[in-house]
């Protein structure tokens, strides 16, 4: 049954506030709210849709979503159901922003950030562990993610690596058919899709180039830490694939080092705050946006101003990609050139995500030469805790509330060397 759009809109508004977890829960989510309980879309085309957002640059469960909506009620179904699915995260990651901003250097609210720290780095792992077992599953993936990260980790350039690495997907799979792609997951392409109106899809994709590349332009013409995240944002949206945890090594190195917009210690914290919200964990990058603008421009209007640029950098991709290109979703291969790049380019996110652990660990757990017993405990606890599939959300809280008390009994607590 097709609902009516105010139905719709209800219920996409719900699962921005309800979608903690990361994309692996939050796709869990639609999946029994859409597919399960109210059968707005078939199966078939539920999975269909999410391999293909998981190949996508940009955050795939929020891609999901934009999809879904425009399966549903076409344009203005994907701009609803892909912007309530940001826009709750977005409020308050803004609100926690401004908190820590203002009382980031109080002890209980660098305990809380200690405990936060090594709650995200538990995070991370388990989603590591979770991403290598679905996308490294050949010998050659593995040694494609193993490039990737030690590339990474010597200060590689994320977008070259990505492009590198989709080339190199494809002599592999040239020359060693099934090398990147399981022969049992070439399914065969079936009937034909419906064809395509090429007209109406040509329109459409040059109405919405033109929109979007019109709002980069006047945000680049703004000039300074405008343009500046303007330009850096959209290039990290478009060369995301695999997600935040992909991206996000990319992001913290440049932020941090290149453009000097916040701390390592600010950057593990705006992960650490970005968990707390519902949503994509992409959000981080508002959080980033928004320190750069309170420490630039100057106040709250300045880091709302830098929040609400990186916001729309980061996403704008990824409306486009789908309200676009939604009519070419059935015929995406699933065998030959564009496939083996696609897993490749999932063997580089697998090498991504290992290097962000890595960033973390050394911020997180090892701080000014010495070790954090506290952060380290965090870790340890809510690594076990999420391995059993305890929620997320009341992971945050604890290890926030153990961090709080130990900078309000102790700052120096756990701290050795």
């Known amino acids: 049954m097709s609902p009516s759009f105010s139905t719709a809109l209800r219920l996409w508004f719900k699962l921005g506030c309800i979608s903690f977890g990361g994309p692996i829960a939050q796709i869990d989510l639609m999946h029994r709210e859409v597919v399960e309980r109210r059968g707005w879309i078939d199966e078939r085309t539920f999975l269909h849709a999410l391999r293909l957002c998981t190949a996508l640059p ?14 549903l009620h076409g344009i203005r179904g994907a701009l609803a159901s892909g912007g309530l699915f940001i826009l709750p995260s977005l409020v308050l990651i803004i609100a926690l922003s401004w908190i820590y901003m203002v009382y980031g250097e109080t002890d209980v609210m660098l305990g809380i950030v200690r405990g936060l720290g090594g709650a995200v780095v538990a995070l991370v792992v388990v989603a590591c562990i979770r991403m290598a077992k679905k996308v490294v599953r050949t ?22 690596i990505v492009a590198i690495g989709a080339v190199t997907g494809i002599a592999i799979g040239r020359f060693r058919p099934g090398a990147l792609v399981p022969l049992e997951d070439q399914t065969d392409p079936g009937e034909p899709p419906h ?29 300074g830490l405008v343009a500046d995240l303007t330009g850096f944002f959209t290039l990290a949206a478009l060369v995301s694939f695999g997600g935040a945890y992909a991206v996000l090594p990319f992001v913290a190195s440049a932020a941090v080092t290149r453009y000097g917009w916040l701390t390592p210690e600010q950057m593990v914290a705006g992960l650490a705050l970005g968990e707390t919200t519902p949503g994509p964990l992409i959000m981080v990058n508002s959080f980033v ?18 929040a609400l640029v990186a916001t729309a950098a980061t996403f704008a991709p990824s409306f486009l990609l789908i309200t676009g290109g939604a009519p070419l979703v059935d015929h995406v291969p699933q065998r030959g050139p564009v ?65 709080g008390l130990c900078g309000l009994i102790d700052p120096s607590f756990g701290l050795l060397g």
């Open 195 to 223: 064809p395509i109106d090429r007209p109406a899809l040509i329109r459409r994709v040059v109405i919405g180039a033109a929109i979007w590349l019109g709002g980069i332009g006047a945000l680049l013409l703004v000039g």
């Open 58 to 71: 940009g955050p795939e469960a929020q891609q999901l979503a934009c999809y879904l909506g425009y399966r």
């Open 339 to 403: 496939a083996d790049a696609l897993a490749a380019l999932q063997g580089v996110v697998a090498g991504a995500v290992v290097v962000l652990v890595l960033y973390l660990a050394d911020h997180a757990l090892l701080r000014n030469g010495g070790v954090d017993l506290v952060a380290i405990a965090v870790a340890i606890t809510i690594f076990y805790l999420r391995r059993r599939d305890t929620s997320v959300p009341l992971l945050v809280v604890g290890a926030a509330v153990i961090g």
């Open 289 to 306: 946006g928004f320190v750069a603008g309170w420490t630039v421009l100057g106040g709250f209007v300045g880091g709302l101003t830098g």
């Open 139 to 160: 010998r050659w993936a593995l040694a494609i993610a193993i490039v990737a990260g030690i590339a990474l980790f010597l200060g590689g350039y994320f977008p070259l």
